[in-house]
């Protein structure tokens, strides 16, 4: 597998600029502007209220930012629906893990292939994913039954099954021991690097972001504070006040 510093990071996929949201008094996303390529891996921290998650449900049709525009592969998608996102090559894991739980699996992955394939191919498909993501001997197991760990890879799959162009991963490693960290940082890593997939990535295991991420991005109080290289950005005094003062 290549190393970072040899890969060369493709093509720019993401341009968003200036995006503002704000919840009544309260600037949830200030003036944030963020630049995304193929194969690349973004780290986005910061303490709890930055506007993480905030900035993702933008990206992904979620919320609509007040100010500020998103264009995606070249396609201006300000504002644009969760499905359009989708369709777009935008996909997404949630926080809280939301499975259909009285599906199966296979089911719930085939529900996302089904934007790009007919029933048959999107269950094909579907299989597939679920395997690359370690899930194959659950494949026909009630999603309502499942473990975190388990969730949490279905989440993962069913974030895969639209085929994305660039995958927002928020906090997929809570709650996972070390060895199944492990395992999902290696597949996260095959994503970008075999995939050519972007991925940003909303991680509170700063281990998993510095071994991971080509560039992190720090928010706090709803502004982007920091942006480099991973070892550079977590010396900045700036990022290290922000961790300070809160309970990160
Ligand atoms: N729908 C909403 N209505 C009102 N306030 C909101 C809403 N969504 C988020 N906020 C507020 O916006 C701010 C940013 O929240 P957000 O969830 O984006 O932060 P975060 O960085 O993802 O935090 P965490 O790490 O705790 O998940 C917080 O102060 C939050 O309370």
């Given at each position: 597998?290549m190393?970072?510093?040899?890969?060369?990071?493709?093509?720019?996929?993401?341009r968003?600029?200036?995006?503002?949201?704000?919840?009544?008094?309260?600037?949830?996303?200030?003036?944030?502007?963020?630049?995304?390529?193929?194969?690349e891996?973004?780290?986005?921290?910061?303490?709890?209220?930055?506007?993480?998650?905030?900035?993702?449900?933008?990206?992904?049709?979620?919320?609509?930012?007040?100010?500020?525009?998103?264009?995606?592969?070249?396609?201006?998608?300000?504002?644009?629906s969760?499905?359009?996102?989708?369709?777009?090559?935008?996909?997404?894991?949630?926080?809280?893990?939301?499975?259909?739980v009285?599906?199966?699996?296979?089911?719930?992955?085939?529900?996302?292939?089904?934007?790009?394939?007919p029933?048959a191919?999107?269950r094909?498909?579907?299989?597939?994913i679920?395997?690359?993501?370690?899930?194959?001997?659950l494949?026909?197991?009630?999603?309502?039954s499942?473990?975190?760990?388990?969730?949490?890879?279905?989440e993962l799959?069913r974030?895969?099954?639209?085929?994305?162009?660039?995958l927002?991963?928020?906090?997929?490693?809570?709650?996972l021991?070390?060895?199944?960290?492990?395992?999902?940082?290696?597949?996260?890593?095959?994503?970008?690097?075999?995939?050519?997939?972007?991925?940003?990535?909303?991680?509170?295991?700063?281990?998993?972001?510095?071994?991971?991420?080509?560039k992190?991005?720090?928010?706090?109080?709803?502004?982007?504070?920091?942006?480099?290289?991973?070892?550079?950005?977590?010396?900045?005094?700036a990022?290290?006040?922000?961790?300070?003062?809160?309970?990160?």
């Amino acid at each position: 597998m290549m190393d970072t510093a040899s890969r060369s990071i493709g093509k720019e996929l993401l341009r968003a600029s200036g995006l503002v949201r704000r919840f009544g008094g309260l600037v949830a996303v200030n003036e944030v502007s963020l630049n995304v390529t193929d194969r690349e891996i973004v780290g986005l921290i910061g303490p709890n209220g930055a506007g993480k998650t905030s900035l993702f449900n933008i990206l992904s049709g979620q919320l609509g930012p007040d100010s500020g525009n998103v264009s995606f592969a070249g396609q201006d998608i300000t504002g644009a629906s969760a499905s359009v996102c989708a369709r777009a090559g935008i996909g997404r894991t949630f926080q809280i893990v939301k499975p259909l739980v009285s599906l199966t699996v296979h089911e719930n992955v085939t529900v996302g292939a089904l934007l790009n394939y007919p029933l048959a191919t999107a269950r094909e498909k579907a299989a597939e994913i679920i395997g690359r993501v370690g899930m194959r001997s659950l494949l026909d197991r009630q999603a309502g039954s499942l473990t975190l760990e388990s969730r949490k890879r279905l989440e993962l799959a069913r974030a895969l099954s639209i085929e994305p162009r660039m995958l927002l991963l928020d906090e997929i490693l809570a709650g996972l021991n070390a060895s199944e960290i492990n395992e999902s940082i290696h597949l996260i890593r095959s994503f970008a690097h075999q995939d050519g997939l972007a991925v940003i990535m909303i991680e509170h295991n700063l281990h998993a972001v510095m071994s991971l991420a080509d560039k992190v991005v720090v928010l706090d109080y709803g502004r982007k504070i920091a942006e480099g290289k991973p070892e550079v950005v977590v010396r900045d005094p700036a990022v290290v006040a922000a961790y300070l003062g809160s309970d990160d």
